[in-house]
């Protein structure tokens, strides 16, 4: 059985991006700008209209 260690995947696939090699934009099908909207960040997963979506905090 595989498992995931977010520490050093995290760190694996940013060395990755880095080397120009993982292309996080092509990963990525949605961008939400505030808390307010990860429910539907959410709705949009168990629907599965997103693959991936990023929640941005500035």
Do not use: C
């Not at 694996?12 to 808390?35: K, M, Q």
């Amino acid at each position: 059985m595989n498992s995931w260690d977010g520490r050093k995947g995290i760190r694996f696939l940013a060395d990755l991006h880095r080397a120009g090699r993982y292309d996080l934009d092509a990963i990525v099908t949605r961008t939400y700008d505030s808390l307010a909207e990860l429910p539907s960040g959410y709705r949009d997963q168990a629907e599965g209209t997103i693959i991936r979506g990023v929640l941005r905090l500035s």
